[in-house]
C-alpha cells in the first residue's frame, strides 16, 4: 500500500518524496463505528495521509481494496503542523485531529494499531514533536 501511494505522490510531484504514511478512518472511535456496523460505514471516510519532504497528502483510500485513490488535499509542510491537533496514542486506536480546508472544525482521524509505527513517524515529521501514549 505504501508503494502505491508513493506512486500516486510521484505522479503529483515528481521530486517530492514521502516520509510517513498513515492509513486515516475518519469519525468517532471505530469501537463506536463498529457496534453501529453498516449504517455507520456510510458515515466515515478512509484517507491515506502522507507526509512528503513538502507537503501532507490526503488520498482518498478505498473501502474495499485500501488502494489510495483520487487526492484530496496537499497542504504545505510548513502549515501543516498548526493544523494538527489531539493527538492520542493507544494500544489498539490512536487517534488525532486535523483542521482540513473547508470544514468547519478539525476531522477526527482513527489509525489502528498496525500504522502505530507509521503515525508516530508522521507526527513527529509534521510537529517536530513524538506522538506521546
Known amino acids: 500500500m505504501q508503494e502505491q501511494v508513493a506512486q500516486a505522490i510521484a505522479q503529483i510531484n515528481p521530486g517530492d518524496r514521502p516520509i510517513a ?3 486515516t478512518i475518519t469519525g468517532p472511535s471505530p469501537w463506536l463505528t463498529n457496534a453501529f456496523g453498516l ?22 483510500a478505498g473501502r474495499m481494496s485500501s488502494r489510495p485513490k483520487e487526492l484530496v488535499v496537499a497542504i504545505p509542510r510548513d502549515e501543516a503542523a ?23 472544525k478539525p476531522t477526527r482521524l482513527n489509525v489502528a494499531r498496525y500504522w502505530r509505527p ?7 515529521a509534521v510537529t517536530g514533536a513524538p506522538a506521546t501514549s
Not at 39 to 60: D, G, N, P, S, W
Not at 83 to 104: K, T
Not at 118 to 124: G, N, P, Y
Open 21 to 23: 504514511t498513515i492509513h
Open 39 to 60: 449504517i455507520a460505514q456510510l458515515f466515515v471516510k478512509y484517507y491515506f495521509v502522507t507526509v512528503t519532504e513538502q507537503a501532507v497528502v490526503f488520498h482518498k
Open 82 to 104: 498548526r493544523l494538527v491537533s489531539g493527538v492520542d496514542r493507544n494500544a489498539l486506536w490512536s487517534s488525532l485531529r486535523f483542521q482540513l480546508p473547508g470544514e468547519p
Open 118 to 124: 507509521e503515525l508516530d513517524q508522521w507526527v513527529l
